[in-house]
């Protein structure tokens, strides 16, 4: 490596250019022996040519990269930015070999994706796409616009406060994210989640059944739906609800199958007269 005395800096536009590469490519060349290996590397190649500018070194320190890496594109940023923090230490002369820096990624991604595949996946997007119905009520475009811009906005902006907290505070920035403080704010955040998707399933989700039983007469002495408001309104509902549940969080069923298994139960159901699609021909 290039021992010079100079103390070596990474400049703000380094560290922009380094940070798009991860936000618009971290997925580069994904494939399921390399995951984000390569968007990684590529987020890393303006880093070295700065640090680096013999070329023999570059190559030296981007072996450290060259590693399996996956976790939550968005919240793994941080990983990216204490990287780019270690990766200046190690070229200013400090003790800090490819394998202390593969050793963090390594240690890193496995929490940071937990953590981050529970936040925003089954938290953040939720929310956002439950008032984003709402806003769409009536065929109203605005709430896929609500949904797009609000997103982009949450997503970049997110992702760069994260690069740049992780290059300033180094493993400090993930202490918030594993920490007490970070499991009381997943906490506040998945309590608020569960609450829009519990409006959204009353405002858009409603089982019936068209079942009907009549008498030799012709007359209907059962309506099943009727029978079942007057005991708990909305109870097919639930039901379905507590299954598609059931189903991914105790089964852990994929929710491509669970709505195929729906599909499934909604077609024999109609066959059968459970279910009335009210289709005309």
């Known amino acids: 490596m290039d021992n010079t005395n100079e103390l070596k800096k990474l400049d703000h536009k380094t560290l922009t250019k380094s940070f798009h590469r991860w936000f618009w490519g971290a997925l580069t060349c994904f494939s399921q022996e390399h995951m984000q290996t390569f968007g990684y590397m590529s987020s890393m190649l303006p880093i070295l040519r700065k640090l680096y500018p013999n070329h023999d070194d570059q190559v030296k320190a ?27 230490a190690r070229a200013n002369g400090k003790e800090i070999s490819g394998e202390t820096i593969n050793d963090m990624r390594a240690g890193l991604m496995g929490p ?17 796409l439950g008032i984003s119905l709402g806003m769409s009520s ?3 475009p605005v709430g896929a616009i609500f949904y797009i811009v609000t997103w982009v906005l949450i997503a970049y902006f997110g992702q760069r406060f994260l690069y740049f907290r992780g290059y300033r505070f180094g493993d400090q920035a993930v202490s918030f994210l594993v920490g007490k403080q970070g499991a009381a704010l997943r906490r506040a955040i998945g309590i608020v989640g569960s609450m829009v998707v519990g409006g959204v399933l009353a405002s858009w989700v409603n089982v019936t059944t068209s079942l009907r039983l009549r008498g030799a007469d012709g007359k209907i002495f059962l309506n099943l739906q009727d029978r079942l408001n007057s005991i708990y309104p909305g109870l097919l509902t639930v039901l379905v609800t507590f299954f598609c549940w ?36």
Do not use: C
Not at 112 to 128: E, K, M, R, V
Not at 260 to 278: A, H, Y
């Open 246 to 281: 059931w189903l991914m969080a105790k089964r852990h069923v994929s929710a491509i199958w669970t709505m195929i298994i729906l599909v499934v139960i909604s077609l024999v159901g109609v066959l059968l007269g459970f279910f009335n699609p009210g289709l005309s021909y």
């Open 138 to 140: 009536g065929g109203s």
């Open 112 to 128: 940071i994706a937990g953590i981050g595949d529970s936040l925003i996946d089954g938290t953040l997007i939720p929310i956002l």
């Open 62 to 88: 981007i072996h450290a990269y060259t590693a399996f890496f996956n976790t939550n594109p968005m919240l793994g940023t941080v990983i990216v930015g204490i990287t780019a923090s270690m990766e200046q």
